[in-house]
């Protein structure tokens, strides 16, 4: 399936702009 | 004359809740989305991008109506949980803006062909995004809690005009972006099974806004420069 990489690289995007977000979150609240 | 009457006790309890409860709502979201829903007719596995395009347009939405309400409560009330909400759900909005511009040009390049391209629910959107970055440099101007907090209210009563023109730009001109499929008038115009993993993915995305809320919140709250 050709389109299966934009599948991963939509869900993967996904994944870690949350992650980075509640990592931010997490960084500023010990600061 | 300002007072923080945010109910930390309450958020104490609630915050690992909605945390907890997001991690299983995405968990539930994610089976649907990649598993339980059909393939489209048409498109084929790359529809799937709809389960978190459409909840992270949704989220921009929300937030932003919250900036709205938070501003004209902070007018209202000067009280700086309102001023702390109306950031927080800026700062979440722009990410969830963010998000959707660019899970709607991974799904753009394999059935539209291009990455990109100037057409009117896209243009509105990358507006949106823009007048919203401006609302948080505009707050990073001023020292002063109490006139940043006025002034950053204004931009966000003003800027909340993007959100219907985003959701309705797609019926005003012709586009390539299709049409509402399901806040629209009449039943939705999609496959039940994908909508039911449309309506869940929305829930799960709904519950984590609530959690980063509480989260942003409280760390806002907390560095004591909210008036």
Redesign the interface.
């Known amino acids: 399936?050709?389109?299966?990489p934009?599948?991963v690289?939509?869900?993967a995007?996904?994944g870690v702009?949350?992650g980075a977000?509640?990592v931010s979150?997490r960084v500023?609240?010990r600061r | 004359m300002t007072t923080t009457t945010f109910p930390r006790a309450l958020s104490l309890r609630v915050r690992p809740i909605l945390g907890l409860a997001s991690a299983a709502a995405g968990a539930v979201a994610l089976y649907l989305a990649l598993v339980w829903a059909p393939p489209d007719a048409v498109q084929g596995d790359v529809q799937r991008v709809m389960y978190v395009h459409v909840p992270a347009a949704w989220l921009a939405y929300l937030a932003f109506l919250v900036v709205f309400l938070a501003s004209i409560a902070w007018l209202w009330s000067r009280s700086a949980v309102a001023d702390a909400v109306a950031v927080a759900s800026a700062e979440i909005g722009v990410m969830f803006t963010g998000l959707a511009i660019v899970l709607g040009s991974i799904w753009a390049k394999p059935t539209w062909g291009v990455w990109w391209t100037w057409e009117p629910r896209l243009i509105t959107t990358a507006i949106m995004f823009a007048m919203y970055v401006g609302y948080l440099l505009l707050r990073s101007l001023e020292a002063d809690p109490e006139r940043r907090a006025t002034r950053a209210a204004v931009v966000g009563i003003v800027a909340v005009v993007n959100v219907p023109i985003v959701h309705l730009s797609v019926t005003w001109m012709n586009a390539l972006h299709q049409l509402p499929t399901v806040l629209r008038p009449g039943p939705p115009a999609i496959d039940a099974r994908m909508l039911t993993t449309l309506i869940v993915c929305v829930i799960a995305g709904t519950v984590l806004y609530a959690y980063l809320m509480a989260e942003r919140v409280r760390l806002e709250l907390g560095r004591g420069t909210a008036a």
């Open positions: 399936m050709t389109d299966l934009f599948v690289a939509a869900y995007i996904t702009v949350l977000y509640l979150l500023r609240a």
